[in-house]
Structures are given as structure tokens and as C-alpha cells.
């Protein structure tokens, strides 16, 4: 019988394995890392501050929330919200589909396996506690870490408009962590105009 540390520990090498064979880069701190493998780095560093008493459950939904995303690319679908919404649901099936069967292979039992994908998918968002907590955290490292250059990609009431959805998302913990943040000048005025 493994221990839940050996199985974690498995779980997670498992999952950043597939995410290296990401074929796009992102440099971050004069390093070269595949796109979603940094991504998820990210994720796990934001909810040990964030979340330090997190169950495994949520540490590997954490870290599997984009496995494998570049397999199915945005261009495949309607450029319109029906697209990207029908992108977004196929998205979360596909990566609680590979992190399933990455905990399967390791030797979860199926009430882990459940619970992760069940928060993979976002299941009771605003009900259940891990659920809301994974969401706390995907809306904390995108500020953080890709506000910025989406900003760039965007006319300004777009991103006001995406950061007030963004912001009702979060919990009060959420919230209040978010305003810790240190951004850029133009991002920073961009989330004081949308909070207004």
C-alpha cells in the first residue's frame, strides 16, 4: 500500500510529464518552460500561499487544471461566446479526462479520482469550499501572472468588463488576496476603474 505522499508525489511528476510535451514556450525569469507546465507551477505556488492546509484532492486539481490544453486549440472553434463557451466545456472534460486516468495508473481510488474531477470541472462553483478555493486561485495567478499581457491584446472597457466577472468569481479571501497583488501602473488603474 503506497502512502498518500507517494501517490501525490506520482500523481504530480505524472502530470508534469504530460504537460512538458507542451510544444508552446513561455520565458519566465530568464527560463525557457513548456506553456502549461509553468502554468502549473504557478497554480500549486499560488494555492500553498493561498490554501496552505489544502487536501490532495485540490493540490492535483491545481496542478492538472490545464493538462494537456494545447490539444485542442481555440482556433477550432466560432470566434462568438457559444465558441469559446463550447471550447471552455470541452476543455475541462478533456483534462478530467487525462487526470483521471493519470490517477487511475498511479492507484487512486475512485472517490480521489471523483473529487478531482469534480473540481476540475468546477462542479457546486459557490457551494462547495474546494471548488470555490480552485477558482480563488485560477482568478489569482491570472492577475498576477498574465493580466498584463492580456491587457495589451484588448480595448480597455474589454478588460474592465472581464475583470468585473473575474472579481465576482472570487470569495472575500479571494478578493482581498487579489488587492495584494503588485501590478503594473496602466493594469493596476485598469482594476481600480473596474472595482468602482
Not at 177 to 193: C, F, G, Y
Request: proline share 3%; net charge neutral.
Amino acid at each position: 500500500m503506497q502512502s498518500t505522499t507517494t501517490l501525490l508525489n506520482n500523481a504530480i511528476i505524472r502530470i508534469d510529464d504530460f504537460n512538458k510535451q507542451d510544444p508552446n514556450l513561455e520565458k519566465w525569469e530568464d527560463k525557457e518552460y513548456p506553456k502549461e507546465l509553468l502554468y502549473s507551477m504557478r497554480m500549486t505556488k499560488c494555492l500553498r500561499q493561498f490554501a496552505p492546509d489544502a487536501s490532495d484532492s485540490l493540490k492535483i486539481a491545481v496542478r492538472a487544471q490545464h493538462i494537456g490544453r494545447w490539444k485542442i486549440p481555440r482556433t477550432k472553434y466560432e470566434a462568438d461566446r457559444k465558441g469559446y463557451l463550447l471550447w471552455r466545456n470541452d476543455l475541462k472534460e478533456m483534462h478530467a479526462h487525462i487526470a483521471s486516468e493519470i490517477l487511475e495508473d498511479v492507484g487512486y481510488d475512485q472517490l480521489t479520482i471523483q473529487n478531482v474531477t469534480n473540481l476540475i470541472q468546477k462542479k457546486e462553483l459557490k457551494k462547495n469550499q474546494e471548488t470555490q478555493t480552485l477558482e480563488d486561485v485560477i482568478c489569482l495567478v491570472f492577475l498576477q501572472y498574465y493580466l498584463a499581457d492580456f491587457a495589451d491584446t484588448k480595448d480597455e472597457e474589454k478588460i474592465i468588463e472581464i475583470l468585473r466577472k473575474t472579481w465576482r468569481k472570487m470569495s472575500a479571501k479571494g478578493q482581498e488576496e487579489a488587492l495584494k497583488i503588485s501590478l503594473p501602473d496602466h493594469v493596476a488603474h485598469l482594476v481600480t476603474q473596474a472595482l468602482q
